[in-house]
C-alpha cells in the first residue's frame, strides 16, 4: 500500500468516475485503474462497483475510505511539520466560508497568508455553518468561518466580531402591513436556511418569542440567494445589518421594525491539530487580519 494508491482511492470517490478522478491527479486513466486494482489486491476486497452512474463505493470501500482519508491527511502534517522545521510552512489548505467575502476578510486574509507563507495553497469551500462545524470536525476542512456561539470539545474557536441580523423584505410589500407588529410579519412567507444553519436557528428563536410558527417557508441555504428572493418579493428573511442599510439606501431592500438579533463571527478548527504548524500559521495571519492581540 502506497500513499499514492490511497491518494487516487479517495480522488476516485470523490469524483465517481475514474476519467474526471485522473484528470484531478494529472495521471493517465489505465494508470489509475491499475493503482485502484493493486489497492484492492492489497486489500483483498473491491473497493468499488462500476454502474451507470459512475464508480460506487462498496460495503469495504465505505469502510476503508475514512481510514484513507485520515492517513492522508496524517501524511500532509508531517510533511507541514518538517517544512515548519526549516520555517517553510505550506501544504493545500482549505478553508470554509459561510459569508460575503468583503465581510469575512477573504482577500486580505488570502494576501497576508500567500506573503508570509508563498508555499501554502488556499481552497475556499463556501459552506453554511452547521456544516462548517461538522467539516472542521471530521477533517475534511482545515478550518472555517463561523457564525454563531460554539463550544465543543472536539473545536477550538476564535472569536473575531459581533454583529446584527434585520428582518428584510421587498420594498413592494412596504403596504402590505395595517400594523406594526410581528404577527403580521409572521403570516409572510419567510426566506429560511435550512435546518443545519445558524441563521435557521435565530429565525426559530424569534419566532418562540412570540409564540408563532412560520406559516411558509422558502428554503434556501445561500445569504446571495436569500437576498436575492427577499428583493424579488417571495419572502420575509434576515439580512445583516450592514448590508440591508446599503441595500435600503439603493432602494433595493427594506428592513422592517426594530428587531435586532445578536450574532458572531468565528474562526473554528479542530482542536486536536491546535498544534499543527499550518494551523497556528493560520490562526496567526487571522489575528494579524482582524487586529486581534496575540
Known amino acids: 500500500m502506497e500513499l499514492y494508491q490511497l491518494?487516487?482511492?479517495?480522488?476516485?470517490?470523490?469524483m465517481?468516475?475514474?476519467?474526471?478522478?485522473?484528470?484531478?491527479?494529472?495521471?493517465?486513466q489505465p494508470a489509475l485503474s491499475a493503482q485502484i486494482r493493486a489497492l484492492e489486491?492489497?486489500?483483498g476486497a473491491p473497493l468499488f462497483e462500476r454502474t451507470s452512474a459512475g464508480m460506487v463505493l462498496t460495503p469495504a470501500g465505505r469502510r476503508l475510505l475514512p481510514m484513507a482519508e485520515k492517513v492522508l491527511?496524517?501524511?500532509?502534517?508531517?510533511?507541514n511539520e518538517a517544512r515548519a522545521i526549516k520555517n517553510e510552512i505550506g501544504g493545500i489548505v482549505r478553508i470554509g466560508t459561510v459569508s460575503d467575502p468583503e465581510f469575512i476578510r477573504v482577500a486580505p486574509f488570502m494576501s497576508a497568508a500567500m506573503s508570509r507563507h508563498p508555499?501554502?495553497?488556499?481552497?475556499?469551500?463556501?459552506?453554511?455553518?452547521?456544516?462548517?462545524?461538522?467539516r472542521v470536525r471530521d477533517g475534511e476542512l482545515d478550518a472555517s468561518f463561523y457564525y454563531g456561539d460554539l463550544s465543543h470539545a472536539d473545536v477550538e474557536s476564535l472569536p473575531?466580531?459581533?454583529?446584527v441580523f434585520r428582518v428584510v423584505m421587498s420594498p413592494s410589500w412596504k403596504d402590505r402591513f395595517t400594523r406594526n407588529d410581528f404577527a403580521e410579519v409572521a403570516s409572510q412567507p419567510w426566506v429560511v436556511p435550512p435546518p443545519i444553519s445558524t441563521l435557521h436557528t435565530l429565525?426559530?428563536?424569534?419566532?418562540?418569542?412570540?409564540?408563532?410558527?412560520?406559516?411558509?417557508?422558502?428554503?434556501?441555504?445561500?445569504?446571495?440567494?436569500?437576498?436575492?428572493?427577499?428583493?424579488?418579493?417571495?419572502?420575509?428573511?434576515?439580512?445583516?445589518?450592514?448590508?440591508?442599510?446599503?441595500?435600503?439606501?439603493?432602494?433595493?431592500?427594506?428592513?422592517?421594525?426594530?428587531?435586532?438579533?445578536?450574532?458572531?463571527?468565528?474562526?473554528i478548527y479542530a482542536k486536536e491539530r491546535s498544534d499543527d504548524p499550518l494551523i497556528r500559521a493560520l490562526v496567526e495571519v487571522i489575528k494579524t487580519v482582524w487586529s486581534i492581540p496575540a
Open 7 to 14: 491518494k487516487s482511492f479517495v480522488a476516485v470517490s470523490e
Open 16 to 28: 465517481r468516475h475514474l476519467t474526471r478522478a485522473a484528470e484531478k491527479l494529472h495521471i493517465s
Open 41 to 43: 489486491d492489497d486489500f
Open 73 to 79: 491527511t496524517a501524511a500532509q502534517a508531517m510533511r
Open 119 to 134: 508555499l501554502m495553497e488556499m481552497e475556499f469551500h463556501h459552506v453554511v455553518t452547521g456544516e462548517a462545524f461538522q
Open 160 to 163: 473575531l466580531c459581533d454583529f
Open 203 to 267: 429565525i426559530m428563536q424569534l419566532f418562540k418569542r412570540h409564540k408563532l410558527k412560520p406559516t411558509r417557508v422558502v428554503e434556501a441555504d445561500h445569504e446571495a440567494v436569500i437576498t436575492s428572493l427577499a428583493q424579488a418579493g417571495l419572502g420575509m428573511a434576515l439580512m445583516r445589518e450592514q448590508k440591508a442599510e446599503e441595500r435600503q439606501r439603493n432602494g433595493e431592500i427594506m428592513i422592517w421594525g426594530d428587531v435586532r438579533l445578536d450574532a458572531h463571527l468565528q474562526f
